[in-house]
């Protein structure tokens, strides 16, 4: 099992980036994929998911009307469209997939998923 996250890098405040999550070695379709962050000194957060077979989304309240995130289940990837960005974005960003089913808030919880990735680092600055 496999998930590579990638697009980050440094962006001005205001910018946008797109992040990838990449997976292999299971089904695509029967996992929820969800992206965490952790900026230094504090802990992984749960930022957005989306859920497997009706791609229901879930947004951190610190992100919602700025991030979008969507997939594309023929090519295995999770993108996270980020518009608007603030300092405070600033993060490795981490994708990780869970093959529970669950009501909606539960996949904000880091023990929802069974696998991770790599990070990818954010850096938001001028």
């Known amino acids: 099992v496999q998930l590579q996250a990638s697009g980050g890098g440094l962006v001005q405040p205001g910018g946008s980036l797109r992040l990838s999550c990449r997976t292999s070695g299971f089904v695509f379709d029967e996992y929820t994929i969800g992206w965490f962050r952790q900026a230094p000194g504090k802990e992984r957060e749960f930022v957005s998911a989306i859920s497997r077979y009706n791609s229901n989304s879930y947004y951190a309240d610190s992100v919602k009307c700025r991030f979008t995130i969507s997939k594309d289940n023929a090519k295995n990837t999770v993108y996270l469209q980020m518009n608007s960005l603030k300092p405070e974005d600033t993060a490795v960003y981490y994708c990780?997939?869970?093959?529970?089913?669950?009501?909606?808030?539960?996949?904000?919880?880091?023990?929802?998923?069974?696998?991770w990735g790599q990070g990818t680092l954010v850096t938001v600055s001028s």
């Open positions: 990780a997939a869970s093959r529970g089913l669950y009501s909606g808030n539960y996949y904000h919880r880091i023990t929802a998923y069974d696998y």
